[in-house]
């Protein structure tokens, strides 16, 4: 069974940084990609940031120059490094993989991300 489980959310002031680290477990397929979602409440959920296991990168715009994805393909772990985060960047953060066999994907259940001063 597949499971992602994702850490480093919390309360951080404008201008500030947090690190958010998801490890997956089960894997017995090839990765296609790994990435970072996000859901602010009252709207969409929208792609932050992908990286696949090629390591191509893409990023959501508005976050592009302050965010950082990566990987560790030997660990199944991804990374999203967060610099001078803003309010609205408040969101629950969820990371994403897809079955680069199946073309199915999983998700993670999610960690807050709370920038306010």
């Known amino acids: 069974q597949v499971q992602l489980v994702e850490s480093g959310g919390g309360l951080v002031q404008p201008g500030g940084s947090l690190r958010l680290s998801c490890a997956a477990s089960?894997?017995?397929?090839?990765?296609?990609?790994m990435g970072w979602f996000r859901q602010a409440p009252n709207k969409e959920r929208e792609r932050v940031a992908t990286i696949t296991s090629a390591g191509s990168t893409t990023y959501l715009a508005s976050v592009d120059g302050r965010f950082t994805i990566s990987g560790d393909n030997a660990k199944s772990t991804v990374y999203l490094q967060m610099n001078n985060l803003e309010p609205e960047d408040t969101a629950v953060y969820y990371c994403?993989?897809?079955?680069?066999?199946?073309?199915?994907?999983?998700w993670g259940q999610g960690t807050q991300v709370i920038v306010s001063s």
């Open positions: 994403h993989v897809i079955d680069g066999d199946r073309w199915t994907d999983y």
């Open positions: 089960g894997i017995t397929f090839s990765i296609y990609s």
